[in-house]
Nanobody, 120 residues
Framework: QVQLVESGGGLAQAGGSLRLSCTAS????????MGWLRQAPGKEREWIAA????????YYAESVEGRFTISRDNAKNTVYLQMNSLKPEDTAVYYC?????????????WGQGTQVTVSS
């Protein structure tokens, strides 16, 4: 059973940066592709980034391409989301999840989420 715990959320100003972390409690973390998704108030959950098992390939939604970077450290059982040039519309609860794809239904194990708030 995979358990995921996100951290690193908080308040940032527009144009600023935050780095989210997601640590998995599983021995075989390197066998899992991982993704980051988010849900803004009143909106549906959306996929924003994904990374393959060894980190060889990464994928981004158009809304974050060029601003966010997903990476992983399998020795630490951790996946990261570096968020730069933040915008107020990036305000959301951010989730990490196991899986691969560009839809929330492509992911099966989820963390509890971490709040990111970007002020203008």
């Amino acid at each position: 059973q995979v358990q995921l715990v996100e951290s690193g959320g908080g308040l940032a100003q527009a144009g600023g940066s935050l780095r989210l972390s997601c640590t998995a409690s599983v021995r075989t973390f390197s066998e899992y592709a991982m993704g980051w998704l988010r849900q803004a108030p009143g909106k549906e959950r959306e996929w924003i980034a994904a990374i393959t098992w060894a980190g060889g390939s990464t994928y981004y939604a158009e809304s974050v391409e060029g601003r966010f970077t997903i990476s992983r450290d399998n020795a630490k059982n951790t996946v990261y989301l570096q968020m730069n040039s933040l915008k107020p519309e990036d305000t959301a609860v951010y989730y990490c999840a196991t899986g691969l794809g560009n839809r929330p239904q492509d992911y099966d194990r989820w963390g509890q989420g971490t709040q990111v708030t970007v002020s203008s």
